[in-house]
């Protein structure tokens, strides 16, 4: 699986992202002639109309999609969203380099990251209102801010990381300019990201400070560059909000967003995830040891929480616009996830199950049976996530509403 992966894998990863970028191009290009039904229904016509012909600059894509259009070059758009689809590839295959150290081969690491973004939840009917509606997934191909947002933020991420991680010894004007811009750009796309992941940026920071005794005022030049995100989701909320005759805002409402298309939210969340939940269960010992583990799963908790607490004012109420930074947060648990399961399953075909030396013979056989027979299941559970995503994407493709009632 790793470095002894054979020259053909080198090939056929890059033929696969293609394939996967050739199908979303041409997804867009259907998404974008939408006016009404249930085939091949988006919300990319209504982020179009409201860029075009409201002037509404409440995203990044706002900015693409008028460029586009006064320069007569709409068409075009298919194209860069397929882009989109592609970079959040790349950038969660850079994300697992990091998170192995580079041990993997790059082949290897292109067809976990394409893994990654087609994964959905585990579907089963009379749950949820359908396979998209009320469950919780990171693979979601209609939304045009939300396409933007997750590429952006894994490339956020890969950056912050690589700086936190030596934060003790240094910190660059050269890093922190560079972080400080792409993070604001990508609460440009979507304040969604920066929701999720900034109280655990500053959670981590303060471990810095304590455990790794980082100069203070480091710390604080490099907290610092949240504050053009800061300005930034003030300008998008008075663009969104400014003028509205309808209340509008956020409340406190628990479970009001979360539930508006389940009765089974408990159920729904477990399956939504449920490969990165048996896999933390194994590894549950290690989450403090392993930072990339850590981060991910106190980013999912922080989305999550804030999902199921708040929710919209108004028409816009049950729409559940606050789920899109839980939403990424999961392709980070599931990258953390894969990571350690494949781990465990090479350190059983080379080397056997070293945790239980030291116990007797007897006891240590049963519980290398129990481990790998654990493992199995959970593979078995990663290709359900597999199976539902590849069907749904594939349904899609063939004009069926994301929505997918029932």
């Known amino acids: 699986m790793y470095k002894k992966a054979s020259s053909a894998l080198k090939y056929i990863a890059p033929a696969l992202v293609l394939i996967y970028t050739g199908c979303c191009i041409f997804l867009y290009y259907r998404f974008m002639a939408w006016e009404s039904g249930s085939v091949y229904e988006s919300d990319l016509p209504a982020h179009i109309s409201l860029a075009v012909n409201d002037r509404m600059y409440y995203s990044l894509i706002s900015f693409i999609i008028i460029g586009l259009d006064k320069a007569g070059a709409m068409m075009a758009l298919p194209v860069i969203l397929g882009g989109f689809a592609a970079l959040s590839v790349f950038f969660a295959g850079r994300l697992i380099d990091e998170m192995t150290g580079h041990k993997w081969a790059p082949g290897v690491s292109l067809i976990a990251a394409l893994l990654l973004n087609v994964l959905m939840p585990i579907y089963i009917r009379g749950l949820s209102d359908g396979r998209y509606m009320g469950m919780h997934s990171s693979s979601i191909w209609h939304n045009s801010t939300y396409l933007m947002m997750k590429w952006m933020g894994l490339w956020t991420l890969l950056i912050y990381l690589r700086i936190e991680k030596n934060i003790s010894e240094?910190?660059?004007?050269?890093?922190?300019?560079y972080f400080t811009l792409v993070l604001t750009l990508t609460t440009s796309a979507k304040p969604s990201f920066f929701l999720a992941?900034?109280?655990?940026?500053?959670?981590?920071?303060?471990?810095?400070?304590?455990?790794?005794?980082?100069?203070?005022?480091?710390?604080l030049i490099f907290a610092s560059s949240v504050i053009p995100s800061f300005a930034v989701m003030l300008l998008q909320n008075n663009s969104l909000f400014e003028g509205q005759n309808e209340s509008s805002g956020?409340?406190?409402?628990?479970?009001?967003?979360?539930?508006?298309?389940?009765?089974?939210?408990?159920?729904?969340?477990?399956?939504?995830?449920?490969?990165?939940?048996?896999i933390l269960a194994l590894h549950f010992r290690e989450l403090f040891r392993n930072r990339y583990m850590l981060f991910a799963w106190m980013c999912a908790a922080v989305g999550y929480a804030q999902y199921f607490l708040f929710?919209?004012?108004g028409a816009r109420a049950l729409d559940g616009n606050l789920s899109w930074g839980y939403a990424f947060t999961i392709i980070l648990v599931f990258g953390t996830a894969l990571v350690q399961w494949l781990g465990d399953m090479k350190l059983f075909a080379c080397k056997g199950d070293d945790v239980t030396k030291g116990a007797d013979v007897k006891s240590a056989g049963t519980s290398s049976v129990i481990k790998k027979v654990y493992l199995v299941l959970c593979g078995s559970v990663l290709l359900l996530h597999a199976y539902c995503g590849l069907l749904f994407f594939i349904?899609?493709?063939?004009g069926v509403s994301y929505m997918m009632w029932g």
Do not use: C, W
Request: charge should be positive.
């Open 170 to 177: 240094k910190l660059t004007v050269k890093s922190y300019l």
């Open 311 to 313: 929710s919209e004012e």
């Open 395 to 398: 349904r899609l493709l063939q």
């Open 250 to 278: 956020i409340v406190l409402a628990p479970g009001r967003a979360m539930t508006a298309h389940t009765g089974y939210l408990i159920p729904v969340s477990v399956l939504s995830i449920a490969f990165p939940l048996m």
């Open 197 to 219: 992941a900034a109280p655990v940026m500053l959670v981590f920071l303060i471990i810095d400070l304590v455990k790794k005794n980082a100069p203070v005022l480091r710390l």
